[in-house]
Nanobody
Framework: QVQLVESGGGLVQAGGSLRLSCAAS???????MGWFRQAPGKEREFVAR????????TYADAVKGRFTISRDNAKNTGNLQMNNLKPEDTAVYYC????????????WGQGTQVTVSS
């Protein structure tokens, strides 16, 4: 069983930065981790993914070059550094853990709100 708790969301002006954190319990260090987001009235969408080792990373095109995903397995944490934020980045951000390694996320956090003002 893995429990995930996100933090670090907030209100920021366009062009600003935020750093989201995901604190995990359980066997998190052996699972791939992803960040997703859901804006009001929209479906949840993929943001970024990092393998358990940290060697394999993928990003959605919308955030490539602005967001950086990382993890610290010794501390059982994951992070999402978000720079040059845009109003369209406004959403609830979720971290998730994938035990299978095949993009099947079994564990989810409760989400943290990110609001970017123009």
């Amino acid at each position: 069983q893995v429990q995930l708790v996100e933090s670090g969301g907030g209100l920021v002006q366009a062009g600003g930065s935020l750093r989201l954190s995901c604190a995990a319990s359980g066997r998190f260090s052996r699972y791939a981790m992803g960040w997703f987001r859901q804006a009001p009235g929209k479906e949840r969408e993929f943001v970024a993914r990092i393998s358990w080792s940290g060697r394999n990373i993928t990003y959605a095109d919308a955030v490539k070059g602005r967001f950086t995903i990382s993890r610290d397995n010794a501390k059982n944490t994951g992070n999402l550094q978000m720079n040059n934020l845009k109003p369209e980045d406004t959403a609830v951000y979720y971290c998730a853990a994938d035990p299978s390694g095949f993009d099947s996320y079994k564990y989810w956090g409760q989400g943290t709100q990110v609001t970017v003002s123009s």
